[in-house]
């Protein structure tokens, strides 16, 4: 199987000849919006319909099976009831197909009947040197080739240097409204399902040595492959690119739910886990919506690099400094002591009963001066004070005014990372 960069998994984002075994031509089901987003996306290689019916779907003409294309076929994606998975796989073998995606659950989360079609399957493909990702599992993307394997409606995709993976389609409620409400910029995604094959450690290889990644994202109920081999390999690549995990089935009743879905055993202590992740140079989230902002912020704006760990909070109003501090301290941060200069700054745009410190109540300040001359005012003495490595600095919607961008640029200018965040947006 030739490939880019000699790995097994790069026809798999990169395939040229793509069947789509159990498309369908009713817009109202989710195979035709698999279809459709290929159609619509303007998919670079060539698409096979299949379904037993033939004719025509979306321009495209159908194949009652998978040993009736008239064609090479790199990857077929499989999106059929479960008890029809088997036969799809043995015309693939019949084919000569060597990649396989399959979507379909009631495998190995399924109870006996559904472990023991699973292995079936994992015996078939083995046998027959097939590389197989899912089942239960919905990929690949990859926006250099507008391939975008989905049962939800995609928007056009920003083709970015973040690549993701799933080992559940927790992400395709939130995917759609990240491309275009968010700007997420992708490169390519894949969700390992069941991994009945293809597992994290495979992906995560893949991705290390991609050129087009420099921020893998990974999502983990469990470790299948060699947990020592995943470690290291995330070590290697932390060295050139940055790592954001996000591990759930932390607690004993997570871990059963996630044994409930997708049929993983969750073993080993999290706090082993959690160090192990630290040592190796990833980064943890602690839930999706981290996960996705961290993710995003490292592919939009690269390493945000402290000199030092001391930050500078400032909030409308006082109270969720309170908050913010507490988060600063938690993840090793420490409060800055602004010098005497920037203090007699502050008090400037302060009321007089008011004593600046760190962290600043701007809500007071607001009470005495227009919006911009504060911001300004606070944004200027903070890029030239030595003693702030770094700001975490809330507005309220109300001061979103067009020049604040431009008011802030003295941090920017100075090298200071800013956590800016709008409460309620």
């Known amino acids: 199987m030739p490939t880019r960069n000699g790995h097994f998994l790069d026809k798999f984002f990169h395939p040229e000849h793509l069947a789509i075994v159990g498309a369908s031509g009713n817009p109202a089901s989710f195979n035709y ?31 009652p099976d998978v040993k009736s294309i008239d064609g090479p076929v790199d990857l077929a994606v499989i999106s059929v009831p479960y008890l029809r998975t088997l036969d799809v796989v043995k015309d693939c073998v019949a084919k000569g197909v060597k990649l396989v995606a399959i979507t379909a659950g009631g495998f190995s989360e399924a109870g006996p009947e559904g472990r023991a079609l699973q292995k079936a399957l994992a015996d078939l493909v083995r046998e027959n040197d097939i590389r197989a990702v899912g089942p239960n599992a919905l990929s690949p993307y990859n926006t250099a080739v507008n391939l975008a394997i989905s049962f939800n409606p995609v928007p056009q995709m920003k083709q970015g240097e973040l690549s993701l993976i799933f080992q559940s389609g927790l992400y395709e409620v939130r995917l759609t409204r990240l491309i275009s409400d968010a700007n997420l910029h992708l490169a390519k995604l894949i969700d390992l399902g069941n991994k009945m094959d293809v597992n994290e450690v495979d992906a995560f290889s893949y991705l290390a040595d991609d050129p087009a990644t420099r921020v893998i994202g990974i999502h983990l109920e469990s470790i299948e492959g060699d947990g020592r081999e995943f470690l290291r390999l995330i070590r290697k690549a932390s060295a050139e690119k940055h790592v954001v995990v996000l591990k759930s089935g932390r607690t004993s009743a997570g871990a059963r739910a996630a044994a409930s879905h997708t049929g993983v055993i969750v073993q080993g202590s999290d706090l082993v886990f959690d160090g192990a992740l630290r040592q190796a140079g990833a980064i943890r989230a602690a839930n999706i919506e981290e996960f996705f902002e961290i993710a995003q912020a490292l592919e939009r704006f690269g390493p945000l690099r402290l000199n030092g760990d001391r930050i500078a909070i400032s909030t409308f109003p006082g109270g969720e400094a309170v908050v913010t501090t507490d988060l600063c301290y938690l993840n090793g941060l420490s409060m800055a002591a602004p010098g005497e200069a920037t203090r007699k700054k502050i008090a400037a745009i302060s009321p007089p009963w008011e004593v600046p410190a760190n962290p600043y109540d701007l809500g007071l300040c607001s009470q005495f001066h227009d919006f911009r001359t504060m911001i300004r005012t606070y944004a200027e003495a903070m890029a030239v004070d030595p003693g702030v490595d770094g700001l975490a600095m809330e507005v309220i919607e109300l001061i979103l005014y067009p020049e604040l961008c431009m008011d802030l640029a003295p941090l920017i200018e100075a090298r200071k990372p800013l956590a800016f965040w709008v409460p309620g947006l």
Request: proline letters at 10%.
């Open 33 to 63: 919006i698999m279809l459709n987003n290929l159609v619509v996306r303007g998919f670079k290689g060539r698409v096979y319909p299949v379904n037993p019916r033939g004719g025509a779907m979306q321009g495209l003409p159908v194949y």
